[in-house]
Structures are given as C-alpha cells and as structure tokens.
C-alpha cells in the first residue's frame, strides 16, 4: 500500500516525499525510516524537527541550504502545495489569498459519495476560504 511506502528526502534541498528523484535537484533521493503514512497524520512542527534530525545525520555531508531556499522559493513561484506542506502559507492560484484550507478525506469522500464522478473535489487537495477555488 501506498502509505506504507518509505518517505525519502532529497540530500541536496531536503525535499521530503515519498519521490524517487528530487523534482528540483533531480538527484535520487535518500529513503528514510518513516513511512508516508505516519508522514500524513504528522503535525508540521512535528516534520519540519523530523527533516531536521535527517539534515543532521541521513544527508549532513551533501546538504545545502541554500539550496533548499532556492527550491523553496521555486515552488512559491510554481504555486506548488508542497510549499504549504514545509510549513509556508498556500496561496489560492486564482485570487491569490491565503486563507486557504486542506479538504478532508471525509470531505472529499461525502462529496464523492453524494455527486459521484461528478464531484468538484475529486483529485482537490486545497480550497480558498475568499473565493470558493479548489485544486
């Protein structure tokens, strides 16, 4: 299954995903000792101490913060959720506010069960709390 996939890190920008090339550096990534299910249920300051303690030990001798502040940078610009997942605020692509939300799994199910393939959330990570976007 899916969430019993080991999460990896990227040893250059300390991308952590379950990936196996870094999407930035495009160097294969370091797998670690959690999985992407114990990833998900992780409060963020939670995360941000766990890529922390691999920056430390898994990748200390190839890590590079300026590197990862590039990266960082390249997904605000991108509009990339990942952003949101390291600890910065997503930001709505149509109206540009951040009072933005995560949609639940329980959400995105009741939608799914009520309209089927027609529901707005399949496949929806985020909506805009201003405007009513989802992607």
């Known amino acids: 299954m ?3 996939r080991p999460m990896k890190i990227c040893p250059k920008c300390a991308l952590f995903v379950m990936n196996p090339t870094c999407a930035f550096c495009k160097v294969p990534m370091v797998i670690t000792d959690i999985t992407a299910k114990e990833s998900l249920h992780m409060p ?3 995360r941000e101490e766990l890529i922390n303690h ?3 030990t898994l990748i200390k001798d190839t ?3 300026k590197i990862r502040e590039e990266r960082e940078e390249w997904e605000r610009n991108q509009g990339s959720p990942w ?3 390291q600890g910065a605020k997503a930001k709505c692509p149509t109206c540009g506010s951040t009072n933005v939300r995560s949609i639940s799994g329980a959400e995105r199910g009741a ?3 009520g309209l089927g393939i027609f ?3 399949i496949n929806k ?3 805009c709390n201003s405007c009513g976007y989802t992607w």
């Open 111 to 113: 939608s799914i069960l």
């Open 2 to 4: 899916a969430g019993e």
């Open 125 to 127: 990570s985020f909506k």
């Open 83 to 85: 952003a949101s997942y």
């Open 54 to 56: 691999y920056i430390e």
């Open 63 to 65: 890590y590079d913060p």
């Open 44 to 46: 963020s300051k939670q």
């Open 119 to 121: 529901s707005n959330k």
